[in-house]
């Protein structure tokens, strides 16, 4: 429907219409500046791989221009000193809000519930409104539960207020990363296990090896045969062929274990809602700008474009930065890049394409004509293999902290001539096997072909604000804030200094000071930290020119520091933009010391609190198994610090023999429980206190004190030894001592080999200090 239309539509169907028209054309006759939105929020089915998904969520506009609610949500346009009135209805059975990510909004306009808006309350309508006081590109999304993860999220745009650079085509770009399950349910499956989806990445990184070496000429797949036996499983075995057993054991000792880019397995990767594209309109020598903006929920994307073609990167966050010119882009999760760049003369259709970080896919969007070029096939790397040559992955970002392996003295780093700008390819166009959008530099590689050309990925220490952004030396200086980022995925919570959310919920800063915030990354992740309502300076080196962010990938152990000037009152989300790290605890309220929040604010949350996923929430789990000796049920009940595990076995299938206990425990740190319970054994139920310690190395240790005097210690581990056709063989060892009059022990281990998330096959043997053995074999079904 044209513009046209669509008023007509309104003046002549609808008299409650034709009165918002009249209101809209008298409020713009007040005021031009005012630029109205008129948006919908709304169920939608979504498509992405065949499937129909229901719980989708989209936007529909009715202003200015009607579109249908799609995935990503319309793209907002403004202009410097425009009024942005944007009234948003919820369609929708569920509540709602939508925050403006990147803007300087007063702070009842930012969007989170209970913080700072309203709810926008199912069939009902909200209208923000706030001046728009700076330009760049930004994105709005849903900051409730996860109705980010099923569509809710599109562009922003604030025009330039002169051109950056002129271009031919300005394109929004918008990545996001799509999965068919209800997010809630992505949410309850790592909860259970941090690792649930272990096995459907390591699928899904076999698929991608596998597609990359069909793609070779037969020799070349003879040479790449190797890759095919990769282990994406993290087995013992798999890090020793790796030479990497020394990372094995250090990520036991620091009882992290493994950890990959993302806890989800994603079913698509989008670039404007689509895995694969093409821009029409696009001539060779044009120049083109993308609006990069990562709107994913938990993916890290590369951005790269045919066989790493130079691009310019002009903006950071919307901020402009001092054009830098690299061929690759590592975006966090929330940021935003603009980057400019010509499209090459030369007969060819070029890709720019996304890999998510862990490398489980990728989506594309073409340009140009003739012979495709396409983009370098990134190939996933085994759990504890770092990356050849630091040339692709893992720490690209850390600002101020250049110490990653190869860096900056990578071949291909110099030879990025200055002034080469309008013919940044001919560099790269003479290596082989671009047909398989390979650039075999390999010779030189002791790798079997390398899965990347040369690469100069975008640095933080690169970006360097076009205009000085140092706060005035005469302002206060609070003292330094700490901000330690942990998170612990065997009960699937993340931590700000130890403590989620709902322990910790506050930082509060003073108005007027300069706050600076150092963020610690304690976990082999990236974590991308938001602030609303600010932009901060990054310290990376640059000076009085530290670039202005608002969002910052902290790398895996990395050390950030941040810094900016408290101008904003109000109350701010500070968190974790990975949408399930937030939920689970990677989040704090930025508060001004003496500012009053709206009681409205209150009344709101006592209304919808219940609706909310928290931290503290219950999730359980339960495994049981059933062997020729014995059968076993053990469940695990969660919430928050607090957990419920019931343990029992009945040997020999008597139930005389019933053995087992039923623990109350409180967490009083990631690592260590206290609690209460009770312990079954001959037939006997006795009380008893218990402490549980993770040990170094992994190692559970429990201990048991029963009200009859009997001491119980216990221990577990539990490691995957080995791959067998895509599935991890596991050996779990327990042994057990305990004492009362006299020493006592015994000991317990299976093999289980995992068929499926659900189940296992294995062997168990059991003995004790009385020569008692039993071996069995059976199955374990995991719920
Ligand atoms: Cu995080």
């Not at 809209?24 to 005021?31: G, N, T």
């Not at 809630?184 to 990184?205: I, P, R």
């Not at 360097?464 to 065997?490: F, H, Y």
């Amino acid at each position: 429907m044209s513009q046209l239309g669509f008023i007509e539509n309104l003046m002549f169907r609808n008299f409650s219409g034709l009165c918002a028209f009249i209101f809209l054309f008298l409020s713009l006759q007040v005021s031009a500046a005012e630029r109205f939105y008129d948006l919908r929020i709304k169920n939608i089915t979504a498509n992405f791989t065949g499937i129909d998904v229901k719980h989708a969520l989209g936007i529909s506009q009715t202003w200015p221009v009607p579109k249908e609610a799609a995935i990503p949500a319309p793209t907002l346009r403004f202009k410097l000193g425009d009024d942005a009135v944007i009234t948003v209805h919820n369609d929708t059975d569920e509540p709602a809000t939508l925050h403006w990510h990147g803007l300087l909004v007063p702070y009842e306009q930012d969007g989170p519930q209970f913080s700072n808006t309203k709810i926008i309350a199912p069939k009902s309508k909200h209208i923000f409104r706030f001046p728009i006081r700076h330009t760049g590109t930004y994105w709005y999304h849903s900051h409730t539960q996860l109705q980010e993860q099923r569509g809710l999220y599109g562009a922003i745009v604030i025009e330039d207020d002169q051109p950056i650079e002129e271009v031919d085509h300005d394109y929004v770009f918008v990545m996001s990363d799509w999965v068919n399950e209800h997010p809630m349910d992505v949410l309850y499956n790592l909860k259970k296990d941090g690792h649930y989806y272990g096995l459907k990445k390591s699928d899904m990184k076999k698929a991608v090896v596998k597609n990359y070496v069909e793609s070779l000429s037969e020799e070349e797949q003879l040479k790449n045969a190797d890759l095919l036996k990769k282990d994406f499983l993290g087995t013992v075995w798999g890090a020793y062929k790796n030479g990497n057993l020394d990372k094995y054991l250090d990520g036991e000792l620091s009882r992290m274990g493994p950890m990959d880019f993302s806890d989800v397995g994603y079913d698509a990767y989008l670039i404007n809602g689509k895995i694969i594209s093409m821009l029409k309109n696009v001539r060779h020598g044009e120049k083109v700008r993308f609006r990069i903006i990562n709107a994913s929920a938990s993916t890290y994307f590369y951005f790269n474009i045919g066989n790493n073609r130079n691009f310019k990167v002009i903006t950071k966050d919307g901020m402009a930065v001092q054009p830098v010119k690299v061929n690759e882009l590592l975006v966090g999760i929330a940021e935003t890049y603009d980057v400019v760049f010509e499209v090459p003369h030369m007969m060819k259709k070029f890709e720019a394409k996304i890999t998510a970080q862990d490398r489980t896919g990728s989506a594309s969007l073409m340009f140009g004509m003739g012979e495709m070029e396409m983009a370098p096939v990134k190939i996933p790397l085994s759990t504890y293999e770092m990356d050849h040559g630091g040339m692709d992955h893992g720490g690209g970002h850390g600002g101020g902290h250049g110490d990653e392996p190869g860096d900056d003295d990578e071949p291909g780093d110099d030879d990025d001539e200055p002034g080469d700008d309008d013919d940044d390819h001919g560099d790269h166009g003479d290596h082989g096997g671009m047909d398989h959008g390979m650039n075999s530099m390999g010779d030189d590689h002791d790798m079997p072909i390398p899965p990347m050309g040369k690469t100069k990925q975008l640095k933080y220490e690169m970006l360097k604000s076009v205009e000085p952004t140092n706060l005035d030396d005469s302002l206060v200086r609070a003292q330094v804030i700490d901000l330690e980022l942990s998170g612990d995925m065997e009960r699937y919570t993340w931590y700000i200094n130890g403590k989620p959310f709902s322990e910790d919920k506050y930082i509060t800063i003073r108005e007027n000071e300069v706050i600076t915030f150092r963020y610690i990354n304690k976990t082999m992740m990236h974590h991308p930290m938001h602030l609303h309502g600010h932009f901060f300076r990054v310290l990376n080196g640059q000076g009085d020119y530290a670039p202005l962010m608002h969002t910052v990938d902290v790398a895996p152990m990395k050390t950030v520091t941040i810094e900016f000037h408290a101008n904003e009152p109000g109350v701010w989300f500070l968190h974790c933009h990975n949408l399930y790290h937030m939920k689970m605890g990677m989040a704090r309220l930025v508060k001004y010391e003496d500012f009053v929040q709206t009681p409205e604010l209150e009344e709101d949350q006592k209304k919808w609190d219940s609706y909310m996923t928290k931290d503290t929430d219950a999730f359980w789990r339960a495994e049981t198994s059933l062997n020729t000796n014995s059968a076993m049920l053990d469940v695990r009940v969660n919430a928050g610090g607090y957990q419920v595990d019931m343990e029992l076995e009945v040997d020999e299938y008597d139930i005389d023999n019933l053995e087992g206990e039923v623990m109350f425990k409180r967490y009083l740190d990631r690592f260590f429980a206290v609690g209460t319970g009770v312990v079954v054994e001959d037939q006997k139920v006795y009380a008893a206190l218990t402490a549980a310690y993770n040990l170094p190395g992994n190692v559970e240790m429990e201990g048991f004190l029963r009200n009859d005097g009997k001491a119980i210690i216990r221990l577990r581990k539990s490691i995957p030894l080995v791959e067998f056709r895509g599935r991890p063989i596991v050996l779990d060892l327990e042994p057990e001592v305990s004492y009362k009059d006299q020493f006592d022990w015994n000991f317990r281990t299976e093999a289980n080999y995992v068929l499926s998330r659900r189940t296992s096959i294995g062997l168990n043997f059991s003995t004790d200090k009385n020569g008692n053995n039993s071996v069995g074999f059976g199955i374990k079904i995991r719920f």
